[in-house]
């Protein structure tokens, strides 16, 4: 169910601080100055909407390669065992996404890990425990990311008029293992109190500068993709959406994948190996307010980016069982005991 926005100040702390969020010591006063309102009036409504559901917490999104790694997998889950083998995937902590889309191969889900020997050690015991063989698909190269959404009207804006994020590097710069109790706090999410950052130093013995220098610094190499309200999309309006799979010839993936990042609507773009069975190797994301509009968009970057003549695949969600972000560094156990963050529970839409 869609979530109202009771505000335009809420309206606005969702929509203009996805990205670019304040890194100084009082980050709360800043969004207060720019909404023209009370900085208590801004931690109360980012609280509110945390509640409801809206907003997931305020942190980093981490660039591949940044810490641990990742790997998409598929099962072909039999419909009458699919709720169970759903529960023994999500229950598993290093999955962050768990989906059922429109396919044979029904449940999509996101598996990390400290590095990719770990991850190929749980799923093998996935594997086990629901008797069931997974597709393996890791990327070999983002041509987009950017889950920023615009949360204007569809009359004035669609998910594509957030500012475009380049090419993604294939590797990210790593995170030091100094400062992996600090990545951890980042997963978890900033603290809602007046000097958050202040909060993170006290909990890792360290000066407040030195917390907003290092989230910086990630940000400027790279390893951070973006830091800032990080919203579920389902709540607020974003019902819909499809992955969208073609096998194009190897030697055409860069330059049709390069047209199709740029369309709008998609929100993910990837270059992944293909797998026995499973012929594809260019894959984007579309997200819509409805089907018609997520089929509308993905019409339109197709035939500009040259695809429709491949074979491909429309995969649109069904049941998300799970959504919550990467814990590279929180499942490492390399933080100290810090501020407490809200939980993303898995949920259903």
Known sequence: MKAALSSDVDARLLNDWQQRFPLCPLPFEALAASLDCPPLTVMERLQALQAQGSVSRIGGIWNPGAGGAALLCA?????????????WVSAHPGVNHNYEREHVYNLWFVLTGCDAASVEQALQGLER??????LRLPMQRAYRINLGFDLRPSTEASPHTRSV??????AAPAVAPADRPLAALVEQGLPLCRRPYAAWAEALACDESQIIATLQHWLDVGSL????????????????????VFDVPDEAVDGCAQVLAAQAG??????????????????????????????QWLQQASQRA???????????????????GARYFSMQAAARPGPAARQEMPSHA
């Open 306 to 324: 040259g695809l429709q003549s491949f074979p491909q695949a429309q995969l649109f969600s069904r049941r998300r069982f799970k959504q919550c």
């Open 129 to 134: 425990q629901c008797a069931l063989a997974a």
């Open 266 to 295: 998609v929100t993910l773009c990837y270059r992944r190996a293909r797998a026995p069975g499973w012929p594809y190797n260019l894959y984007c994301m579309l997200h819509g307010r409805n089907r018609a509009e997520v089929q």
């Open 75 to 87: 099962m072909a889950v039999p419909p009458a065992r699919l709720e169970a083998v759903a529960q």
């Open 165 to 170: 994020e380049g090419a993604t590097r294939s």
């Open 225 to 244: 993709r973006r830091f800032g309200v990080v919203v579920r999309h389902h709540e607020l309006g974003f019902a819909s959406n499809a992955m969208c």
